[in-house]
């Protein structure tokens, strides 16, 4: 399984992150202004395709604590 790292937890990095977390991948999300928020209430995404939260959520506050990772989405 891929490591994959999103750079930007906005709309587009926290849209698709949080569906390749959903369907299984490995993937890790660096936040700035939410990282306590989210480590505390998951990540919610509200989309025209349907809303969807991501409850347990692998987030960090700098990039020096998250893990190598194969794929890198910037946001």
């Known amino acids: ?3 994959i790292s ?3 937890t906005g709309a ?3 849209y698709y992150g949080t569906k390749l977390a959903r369907g299984g991948q490995d993937v890790h ?3 700035h202004r939410d990282y306590e928020y989210v480590k505390e ?4 995404v509200k989309s ?3 809303d969807f939260r ?3 959520v692998n987030a960090y506050n700098t990039t ?3 893990p190598k990772s194969d794929v890198v989405i910037v946001g």
């Open 6 to 8: 999103v750079i930007g």
């Open 29 to 31: 999300f660096l936040l």
């Open 48 to 50: 025209c395709d349907g």
């Open 54 to 56: 991501l409850d347990k």
């Open 12 to 14: 587009i990095g926290g």
């Open 1 to 3: 399984m891929l490591t």
């Open 64 to 66: 020096a604590q998250m």
């Open 41 to 44: 209430h998951g990540l919610y």
